[in-house]
């Protein structure tokens, strides 16, 4: 069964530091999300993603992070440079079509900056 | 924006019994999903039920849209159902797909 695939599963970063996490979503679908949950809270929308561009972002989102597909397969959260908050798990989903929403989610980025 | 509720906050139950989880929300939706969270911190899809009724297994759920409720059933529980249970719901008026999570149910379930 086609899944949403996440790397790493667990990365440890410095403060300050650039971290750049990984999606390859479901190969037919055509929109795109990333996800944070901080521990012991609930999951929280960062960025909708659809056709090549941004669809709607949340105050979360601000200009330390974005978002790319650089190819055909992959997406990407970059966060420039990171701070103690942005610990989380960090999810990525994808949607088949219009009409179709059922969204799946990736297993997940443990980010941990210290 | 749109508030999701979920109820109990927490559950504990002995193995083989009955529960059922309850989602309120507070706007019409496009959307409704049940999702389960295992220890591993993995979301695994239960439910995409915007409206209606659907079974898998032990598991059944049913979503009445006009009076903004869903309930999720778990029937003769296992250990293996233990984990954080939670329902997101796509509103109109925001981006296709764009899901609220509620604070979940965190069950946990005893030998």
């Known amino acids: 069964e086609p899944e949403v695939t996440q790397t790493p599963s667990h990365q440890v970063t410095q403060m300050g530091q650039e971290v750049i996490l990984r999606c390859v979503p479901i190969s037919n679908h055509l929109y795109f999300y990333w996800y944070r949950q901080i521990l012991g809270q609930k999951v929280e929308f960062l960025v909708s993603f659809y056709n090549n561009e941004i669809s709607e972002k949340s105050e979360i989102f601000d200009d330390q992070f974005s978002v790319e597909r650089p190819d055909g397969s992959n997406f990407t959260l970059k966060i420039r440079s990171t701070k103690l908050e942005d610990s989380a798990m960090y999810f990525c989903a994808s949607i088949k079509l219009n009409r179709d929403g059922e969204a799946f989610f990736g297993q997940g980025t443990r980010l941990t900056v210290v | 924006g749109i508030q999701v509720e979920q109820s109990p906050p927490d559950l504990i139950l002995q193995e083989g019994a009955n529960s059922t989880l309850r989602c309120n929300f507070s706007?019409?939706?496009?959307?409704l999903q049940w999702f389960h969270q295992n220890p591993w911190g993995q979301l695994i899809n239960l439910f995409y039920?915007?409206?209606g009724t659907k079974q898998n297994g032990r598991l059944s759920a049913t979503t009445v849209a006009t009076e903004r409720y869903s309930l999720l059933y778990i029937s003769s529980s296992q250990t293996t159902d233990s984990g954080v249970y939670f329902c997101?719901?796509?509103?109109?008026?925001?981006?296709?797909?764009?899901?609220?999570f509620g604070q979940g149910t965190i069950l946990t379930v005893h030998p």
């Open positions: 997101a719901v796509e509103s109109g008026g925001t981006s296709y797909g764009k899901l609220t």
């Open positions: 706007d019409s939706v496009n959307n």
């Open positions: 039920i915007p409206s």
